[in-house]
């Protein structure tokens, strides 16, 4: 604590409180400033230039490098960081208030302020009995639950009397990614719960997008759901739209909005509605009727139960676990150490588990959506960026393809590794020796034998997280870390993580466009020159020809 | 050229050669270092302070910014360069010997000096009669079609009688993203080509990829292809025996091979096999057998053809084209000056069409794992960084998505923008004034009405690439022109863009765990937990139990 002592003491000289030598007679701003300064010199001073290697040889550091919860387990020996770095992120964490901001979103106080809005994605995977509950959304759930079993049971069917046996969700951002993580992390260990049924996820505004979903599909069979909070995104609007003709007016029924805009869904003619509150922000929604009612459709009310319990085992763990062995602050703080402090631009999520080849992506909006800001929480510029660039591989392939860069280029990526312990036979044993072997290469290094070319220079931070399973309640409590993560790393940074105001000038440019006031000449040439390749396109198919590509 | 001069003056007097005073007498390396020096200081000194709002307006500029071959239309009027910028950019390319290094290249030099290897990807789509061909190359590829046109036409078909119409390629990085990556581009455009066929690919040693790909395939309709080099890539081995045990005595025979062991193959049970040379680095192999036998198979030939001829037009546009007009060079400067000169880690790769969703993860391992290399190609250290990180989602998904950060993230995203002419309808247009509207956002930014939260500082650089349509000769083109830029750029950083030696220490580590020998405390613990885990699981699956997750 020397370092942060000393930070302290300077900090309250400098702000001219002369007497009191606490923290507590510090500014908000101050005690945040004073906590990052001493952490800052800690590692500038004591373990920038220790290398891994050696810092790897500290077996009670090690061991102080771990943490686990919920069937989760991390390890962040491979963290350039010593036991007293930790202490000092700490004290980072409470300059910051990150536990009276947890508490405060638990309490439903307004997280949100630049929407004025509560932060309650917590309430979806509450019980009743909890005291962050709300009502209505566990009336929601049930309600979508006995839908869905209901369709799986075959009482509810098509308006030709045939069983809904393929579901089409149609949605995009957070009304896509978190279901479809989902979807794809729970088709192995539920299998036989989702046998003869198929679900589809349609996000992408280009037409091949519904054309490739529906081509194998029969609307008489076909259960299809509009995922949009506002009933007015642009691409779910359209891809709804050639959805709806491809129904025809004799399946018109087999629709069903997820919304907050019941009267709009209603009259675009869909059947059932299912809300969720403005509290609930769309990368956040996967546990609302946007993930629950898909995934129950897909793979019954049990996993879907299972989902949102280990999601609240997280959320109870969050709440009541110290801040030395809080696995949501935990990764928060090496993720702000790695961003902030040693200035890395980037972090790869690596998942060795094809079940969660999806997760990066799911990570990578998470993240980058809600931490990508250039204003801290009252409009100030950031002096610092927040954010980091998120993306990642399910390994073993990531191995085969950028893991080059990661262990001999000079930029430093900060990777997260993903292991499960659960597995079959000798494929997933080389699979989990992969999962450890690289974290160990990218640590370690080696000197390549003398030979530049095969030299790996080693000392690359990167983080262990070992999953006991696959299975609903371990992706729900790993689902709602990587969300509490990003919640507190968003507090560490000092920005509003509930916001997303940077994706509108895009919106209102392309309304532009449609209104012909493209922004630029630049614009206005692509744009020529699309309507002249389509009109030559158009005279050659009237002329008989076609398909020539020059 | 002021500047450009200047420096070479300078760098000439350093040099010592008193008297001469032309470039040519400096030595390679200082003539680069020059060069570079004079792009830099005109960087900082006339161009960076410049907003992009304001080089936008200038259309004589943006007229010079634009460059067109073989149905691909670039427009590079938003990267933060003027006029001149160009110039001296094209001066480096010079002073590294782009030009020289292409041309040898083509004659089949050694251009992987660490593995005394020439770098002949180019050969695969010559035709016969072009100077650079192959004659082996060609044999194998009418093989190749022969033999798929046989089992498309069912005169070859499985061992009990019944057509083949289902392909399961096996195979892991270059073995796999590639063909994966066309075979998802060419599945609208060819899509009655591919009636009742099916392609999959196992490329993750976890045995759930497996597991899914299989699950609803009969081995008697089933080919199935072995994908390795070398016959002894590790996860291709083990997902080859699990396959090999699917199909069973009765259809063993269904397997043929893609390698250059064919004694290995043979020894496994492979019945037809297809080499290629060591002069294709896996990366560059979906022109071989790794990627023409599988497409072959779902497409049929015309389109394999097509393929090899979009990408040939593309490599005789880049050996002729003159520097300031070829596309691949011209890439390659603007992915230079980003990451060198502006020193940005990543670059977003954003196609706008569904059917290139799967063109980020392939440039991601061109890039990261021909250029991720901290020596240059004398095996000296480099002491600026090399390649990029790359990564990147199919548009407008990632809008919705990470597109946050990029818009007023601190961290500045250079992006490139891909965008198709050809498609249906509303939704198309909507697609296309996205592709164009995203790229004016990051570029001219908004004030946000004055509101911080809404305000985005724009000046962010993006190229836009247009292509006709996706249909298999401009896939050949686009895949042909990420090759050859990758290894202008390459060129360009110094660095040997053919190897790959950072990846063998993970393997070697993997090895050793193997043998009982992990390398750190860290990963001995997780193993005992790994085994830990697994002994408890077994033990609850013998008293009955199983399922439960905690």
């Known amino acids: 604590m020397r370092f942060a002592t000393l930070a302290l003491l300077a900090a309250t000289r400098a702000a001219g409180t002369k007497s009191s030598l606490g923290p507590a007679a510090l500014a908000p ?242 059947e059932r509605i299912f809300g969720f509150g403005d509290y609930v922000g769309g990368r956040y929604s996967v546990w609302s009727p946007v993930g629950c009612l898909p995934l129950a459709l897909q793979y019954g009310v049990r996993p879907v139960r299972e989902l949102l319990r280990g999601a609240r085992a997280m959320d109870l763990h969050f709440r009541e676990a110290p801040l030395s062995e809080n696995l949501p602050v935990l990764l928060a703080l090496v993720g702000f150490l790695n961003a902030f402090i040693y200035e890395r631009d980037c972090r790869a999520v690596l998942p060795y588990a094809r079940a969660l080849s999806l997760f990066p992506r799911y990570v990578q909006q998470l993240e980058m959506e809600s931490n990508g800001k250039g204003v801290d929480v009252e409009g100030n510029a950031l002096t610092e960026p927040a954010g980091e660039v998120v993306f990642g591989e399910a390994g073993t392939p990531g191995q085969h393809s950028f893991y080059q860069l990661l262990h001999q280029g000079l930029r430093v990526v900060p990777c997260e590794f993903l292991g499960v312990c659960q597995g079959d036979g000798e494929n997933h044993d080389e699979l989990f020796r992969n999962f450890c072997a690289q974290a160990d290469a990218l640590a370690l290094g080696d000197d390549g034998g003398g030979d530049n070319h095969r030299r790996c220079p080693g000392d690359r931070p990167s983080l262990s997280l070992m999953l006991d399973r696959v299975d609903a309640f371990h992706v729900g409590a790993l689902l709602a870390l990587y969300e509490h993560r990003t919640a507190a790393q968003g507090w560490l940074y000092g920005v509003n993580s509930f916001d997303q105001f940077g994706v509108e000038l895009g919106k209102r440019l392309a309304g532009l466009i449609e209104s012909g006031d493209a922004a630029t000449a630049s614009t206005r040439a692509l744009l020529a020159r699309y309507r002249a390749k389509r009109v030559a396109r158009m005279e050659a198919l009237a002329a008989g020809g076609g398909g020539a590509s020059e």
């Open 29 to 270: 701003q101050q005690q945040r400033d004073a906590a990052i300064d001493a952490l800052r010199h800690h590692v500038n001073e004591e373990v920038e230039q220790r290398h891994l290697r050696d810092l790897l040889e500290d077996e009670a550091r090690c061991n102080a490098c771990t943490a686990e919860a919920c069937g989760l387990y991390l390890d962040f020996a491979r963290q350039k960081v010593t036991v007293h770095t930790i202490d000092l992120l700490i004290n980072v964490a409470r300059a910051c208030n990150v536990e009276e901001k947890r508490d405060a979103m638990f309490r439903g106080e307004v997280m949100n302020p630049t929407e004025n809005r509560s932060v309650r994605h917590v309430s979806l995977r509450a019980t009743r009995g909890d005291p962050y509950a709300i009502e209505e959304a566990q009336d929601t759930l049930d309600r979508v639950l006995d839908f869905a079993r209901a369709v799986r049971s075959r009482h509810v069917r098509g308006s030709s009397g045939e069983a809904l046996v393929d579901v089409v969700a149609i949605g995009i951002g957070g009304s896509s990614l978190g279901p479809a993580c989902v979807h794809e992390a729970l088709a192995s260990e539920y299998a036989s719960e989702a046998d003869g049924r198929r679900l589809r996820f349609i996000a992408n505004v280009d037409p091949v997008e519904t054309e490739m979903a529906l081509r194998d599909l029969d609307p008489a069979s076909t259960l299809v759901i509009v995922i949009s909070k506002t009933f007015t995104t642009k691409e779910t609007m359209l891809n709804a739209a050639l959805v709806k003709t491809w129904l025809g007016e004799q399946y018109e029924s087999h629709m069903c909005a997820v919304t907050a805009a019941a009267e709009k869904a209603r009259a675009f003619g869909c």
